[in-house]
């Protein structure tokens, strides 16, 4: 199982980026797919997290309602809808998979993609 994340990139304050999350190999429609972020010097933090099966997605409280995440079955793709973007939201961004677990302990999840970097300037 690989999973590729892409979109990452410089925005301002305020501005919108679209994260992507292609996850190649066999992968069973029971595994959620969870985004998380890693700013320098601190420890990885849970995004948000999406249901194969019926697209239903949990948030963490620092990103609910500026964050959405949604699924294109077809393309086995997870994108990762950043709105209102803030200084603080600047780290890298992994996406993963694996262990059949839906829900935010990273440790949980078996299988990483690369990270993409997001970086808000203020």
């Known amino acids: 199982v690989q999973l590729q994340a892409s979109g990452g990139g410089l925005v301002q304050t305020g501005g919108s980026l679209r994260l992507s999350c292609v996850v190649s190999?066999?992968?069973?429609?029971?595994?959620?797919v969870g985004w998380f972020r890693q700013a320098p010097g601190q420890e990885r933090e849970f995004v948000g997290v999406?249901?194969?099966?019926?697209?239903?997605?949990s948030y963490a409280d620092s990103v609910k309602g500026r964050f959405s995440i949604s699924r294109d079955s077809a393309k086995n793709a997870v994108y990762l809808q950043m709105n209102s973007l803030k200084p603080e939201d600047t780290a890298v961004y992994y996406c993963?998979?694996?262990?059949?677990?839906?829900?935010?302990?990273?440790?949980?999840?078996?299988?990483w993609g690369q990270g993409t970097l997001v970086t808000v300037s203020s």
């Open positions: 190999g066999r992968i069973f429609s029971w595994n959620p």
């Open positions: 999406i249901s194969w099966s019926d697209g239903g997605a």
């Open positions: 993963a998979t694996g262990g059949g677990y839906y829900g935010g302990d990273h440790r949980r999840y078996r299988y």
